[in-house]
């Protein structure tokens, strides 16, 4: 090796720092973010790139607030009961419950947005947003997979986030075609299965998110953002009222060793 350094060539358009200076997409993070903008409003101008409408920050805050938190589910269990072994280390048991987060809780947005995107494209392609909606759909069903954005196993009449999210969205003049097209997914979903699928919170968050600007790819995210706060709220409680010693006496007790026959 000749010992010669080669220039990193790498850089970021999302912020940059200096001894005086922090920017966020090209704003003074002192100056014109730091009690000037809500943290949503910060967190949509880092990942699209331009600064929100008051409109957007408002339905994006609402999604954020729809998602925080679902009671004893899975990832908050998961966040406890990382949390008691190792209580030194809060983001490992912050991160053990955002793990969870994958096709069947919280980020079933991300595939609800990914099939919206689709049927945008296909609308733009020229096709009727029925026709899109309807072939999209078959594919799902036919492969096997759930709807993305439909149904809830504890909602079964409905889930109650759901709908007010879009009524957020209406007040706001954000609804657009991204939530037109959602509701042609549940109306022709109905049809093609045979029985009621109610759109849930991840759905109505999915389109939301499409209409403030943010790509499907990175709808996980958002839900991630939000649920972390969750997170760390179900970690204190369980430092004034654990639920570990429960569950660890209960997995005990169910754990039986079968005697030799």
Same mark, same amino acid.
């Given at each position: 090796m000749s010992g010669r350094s080669v220039p990193l060539e790498?850089?970021?358009?999302?912020?940059?720092?200096?001894e005086?200076?922090?920017r966020v997409r090209g704003l003074d993070l002192v100056d014109d973010l730091i009690g000037e *903008?809500?943290? =949503?409003? #910060?967190? *949509?101008?880092? #990942?699209?790139?331009?600064?929100p409408t008051p409109a957007e920050a408002k339905v994006v805050d609402a999604v954020l607030v729809s998602l925080l938190d679902h009671g004893l589910t899975p990832s908050a269990l998961a966040a406890r009961?990382?949390?008691?072994?190792a209580p030194e280390a809060i983001q490992g048991a912050v991160a053990a419950g955002l793990l969870g987060a994958g096709s069947v *809780? +919280?980020?079933?947005?991300?595939?609800?947005? !990914?099939?919206?995107?689709d049927v945008a494209g296909d609308v733009a392609a020229?096709?009727?947003?029925?026709?899109? #909606?309807?072939? !999209? *759909?078959?594919?799902?069903?036919?492969?096997?997979? !759930?709807i993305p954005g439909l149904g809830h196993s504890l909602h079964r009449d409905g889930d109650p986030r759901a709908g007010k999210l879009l009524a957020v969205a209406r007040a706001q003049k954000v609804a657009a075609r991204h939530v037109e097209h959602l509701e042609l997914v549940v109306e022709r979903a109905a049809?093609? =299965?045979?029985k009621p699928l109610p759109l849930n919170a991840t759905g109505a968050a999915a389109a939301l998110l499409l209409e403030a600007g943010v790509p499907w790819r990175l709808h996980r995210g958002f839900a991630l953002m939000? !649920?972390?706060?969750? +997170? #760390?709220?179900?970690?204190?409680?369980?430092?004034?009222?654990?639920v570990t010693p429960a569950v660890r006496a209960a997995l005990r007790a169910a754990s039986r060793i079968e005697p030799e026959v």
């Amino acid at each position: 090796m000749s010992g010669r350094s080669v220039p990193l060539e790498i850089g970021t358009a999302v912020g940059a720092a200096n001894e005086h200076h922090v920017r966020v997409r090209g704003l003074d993070l002192v100056d014109d973010l730091i009690g000037e *903008l809500t943290y =949503t409003e #910060v967190a *949509l101008l880092a #990942v699209t790139g331009r600064r929100p409408t008051p409109a957007e920050a408002k339905v994006v805050d609402a999604v954020l607030v729809s998602l925080l938190d679902h009671g004893l589910t899975p990832s908050a269990l998961a966040a406890r009961l990382t949390f008691w072994v190792a209580p030194e280390a809060i983001q490992g048991a912050v991160a053990a419950g955002l793990l969870g987060a994958g096709s069947v *809780l +919280l980020g079933s947005m991300e595939g609800c947005g !990914r099939l919206l995107t689709d049927v945008a494209g296909d609308v733009a392609a020229g096709d009727a947003a029925g026709d899109a #909606v309807d072939a !999209r *759909l078959r594919a799902i069903v036919d492969a096997g997979e !759930r709807i993305p954005g439909l149904g809830h196993s504890l909602h079964r009449d409905g889930d109650p986030r759901a709908g007010k999210l879009l009524a957020v969205a209406r007040a706001q003049k954000v609804a657009a075609r991204h939530v037109e097209h959602l509701e042609l997914v549940v109306e022709r979903a109905a049809a093609l =299965t045979g029985k009621p699928l109610p759109l849930n919170a991840t759905g109505a968050a999915a389109a939301l998110l499409l209409e403030a600007g943010v790509p499907w790819r990175l709808h996980r995210g958002f839900a991630l953002m939000s !649920r972390t706060a969750g +997170l #760390v709220a179900h970690i204190g409680e369980e430092l004034e009222s654990p639920v570990t010693p429960a569950v660890r006496a209960a997995l005990r007790a169910a754990s039986r060793i079968e005697p030799e026959v």
